[in-house]
Nanobody, 123 residues
């Protein structure tokens, strides 16, 4: 099964930016739809952004629309999530995973949750 690995998190001030990366071992990610999820303390894990495996169609949750951009570089077998104009409420652990369909109801399939990467937005 697919095992995704996240990186790129860190501590930034409100309004700052980060770029998260998602890759996988033993597989080529371009075949799969990939979603980014985040776990905010005290809340359920939520899907925030995704990209389809074939058409390149993307989706962003209303809470991040206009601020987050998902992209992929198949040559590097990597999916990126560019986080701009970060807010304190964006703080959480961010995960990537293969998903069934790119959209608001994205659901992880086949793979396992990784360790995630911590994003902390604080002044």
């Amino acid at each position: 099964q697919v095992r995704t690995v996240e990186s790129g998190g860190g501590l930034v001030q409100p309004g700052g930016s980060l770029r998260l990366s998602c890759t996988a071992s033993a597989t080529t990610l371009d075949y799969y739809a990939i979603g980014w999820f985040r776990q905010v303390p005290g809340k359920e894990r939520e899907g925030v952004s995704c990209i389809s495996g074939s058409s390149g169609r993307t989706y962003n949750a209303d809470s991040v629309k206009g601020r987050f951009t998902i992209s992929r570089d198949n040559a590097k077998n990597t999916v990126y999530l560019q986080l701009n104009s970060l807010k304190t409420e964006d703080t959480g652990v961010y995960y990537c995973a293969t998903i069934d369909e790119c959209g608001a109801t994205m659901v992880r399939i086949w793979g396992y949750w990784g360790q995630g990467t911590q994003v902390t937005v604080s002044s």
